[in-house]
């Protein structure tokens, strides 16, 4: 059985359908990614943003490229 991501942070966008985790790897990298959920559809999340294959040296550079990446990430955060 393959090694899961391990979810350090999850943000959500209000109304809880989409949010962006930042996550560490088996092998010691970090990453992130965006996802979206239907109510109405039980399959649960989905990437949306397909950033999930780059690799970050910290969880900070992760969320740093999200932040980048991501156009409402940086309203959903603290300052």
């Known amino acids: ?7 350090l942070r999850s943000i959500n966008l209000d109304g809880e359908t989409v949010c962006v ?6 092998d010691g990298s ?3 990614d965006e ?5 109405e559809d039980g399959r649960g999340w989905f990437s949306i943003g ?3 294959t780059q ?11 999200a932040r ?3 156009a409402w990430l ?6």
């Open 35 to 39: 996802y979206r959920r239907d109510p």
């Open 74 to 79: 940086d309203d959903a955060l603290p300052d």
């Open 50 to 52: 397909h950033h999930g």
């Open 1 to 7: 059985m393959a090694e899961a991501n391990t979810i």
């Open 55 to 65: 690799a970050f040296d910290s969880a900070d550079a992760a969320l740093r490229a």
């Open 30 to 32: 970090f990453g992130f």
């Open 68 to 70: 980048q990446a991501v």
């Open 21 to 26: 985790d930042i996550f560490a790897r088996p």
